[in-house]
């Protein structure tokens, strides 16, 4: 259980930490030239980033580092779960799509559990480069980041990753499948 403050408890904590530093040793690929002595700095010099951090742990992104954002002074983590993280499926794409549905609602959105968790959800862009650490969503599907004007149509868009080649798809943004959640980032 966590508190309401937002901040793990000590154990949590070090459990969260250990579960980083030994993904983060083991996938080395993804994070070239940075050491996780620094990363574990600013982890913890934000607790708040901790509590996010173990949210997208619990409901299977397994995030890692994957660069490092030099203007910002942050390192960026995402989801690198092989598929799109178990616990963030089967929601619809945003509030406004979720309340858009008379029957058979799924129990949330995208962006909202995104909001709830205090991450982001991912662009195309950055789903494009998660690709080039592996082969991720072989066999489900994640929401992406929306460009306004397709959204004001009602529509949003979804990626995945077969034949070798990164597809970029589109549906109703009120649309929900149990293989179709979404990946996220969080800069600390």
């Known amino acids: 259980m966590k508190n309401n403050k937002k901040e793990l408890l000590p154990e949590q904590r ?20 940075l050491e996780w002595a620094n990363v574990l700095a600013k ?37 690198c779960s ?8 089967s929601v619809c794409y945003d509030g406004e799509a ?3 549905r008379k029957e058979h609602k799924p129990k949330n959105s995208a962006l909202e559990m995104a909001a709830a968790m205090g ?25 992406i980041k929306t460009p306004a004007d397709i959204r004001k149509l009602g529509g949003a868009i979804f990626a995945d990753y077969r034949y070798g080649t990164i597809f970029v798809y589109h549906n ?10 979404f990946r996220a980032s969080l800069k600390v």
């Open 14 to 33: 070090e459990e969260l930490l250990n579960t980083l530093k030994t993904r983060f040793e083991k996938n080395m690929n993804r994070h070239q030239g």
């Open 43 to 79: 982890l913890e010099a934000k607790p708040q980033k901790l509590w996010s951090l173990d949210d997208m742990e619990i409901s299977g992104g397994e995030p890692d580092v994957v660069g490092y954002d030099q203007k910002t002074d942050e390192y960026i983590f995402y989801d």
């Open 82 to 89: 092989p598929e799109s993280p178990k616990g963030r499926r």
């Open 98 to 100: 979720l309340e858009s």
């Open 119 to 143: 991450i982001e959800i991912l662009t195309e862009e950055q789903y494009r480069e998660l690709q080039q650490f592996g082969k991720f969503d072989t066999k489900t599907s994640s929401w």
């Open 172 to 181: 109703g943004a009120e649309s929900y499948y149990g293989a179709r959640g």
